[in-house]
């Protein structure tokens, strides 16, 4: 399993970390693991559900509306859209990982 710190989130994403941080906090996005020096450690799950959100907040969508649906929302909103963020197919991927994963 691969870990993440929050600028490795930053860079992936391209959502700064202090905005990050907010969002753990007010919206409860993700609670990432935390080191022993209380450092953020993100994993897959967490990486491939936050380039989700980003994916649909960079392409318009409000986070305080996006924190209010499910994960399994979030993902099929995500495949929907049809933006222009050059990370979409990543994002396809991910799912298709997914999907894999879960025997569909």
Request: a positive charge.
């Amino acid at each position: 399993m691969s870990e993440f710190t929050i600028r490795d989130i930053e860079n992936l994403c391209g959502i700064k970390a202090h905005t990050l941080r907010i969002w753990e906090q007010r919206y409860q996005i993700v609670s990432p693991n935390r080191k022993a020096s209380n450092h953020r450690l993100y994993d897959n799950e967490d990486l491939k559900y936050l380039l989700r959100i980003a994916y649909l907040y960079h392409n318009g969508h409000k986070i305080s509306q996006l924190a209010k649906l499910s994960e399994d929302e979030i993902t099929r909103l995500a495949l929907k859209m049809k933006g222009n963020y050059p990370r979409l197919r990543i994002l396809k991927s991910l799912a298709d990982m997914q999907d894999f994963a879960r025997g569909n």
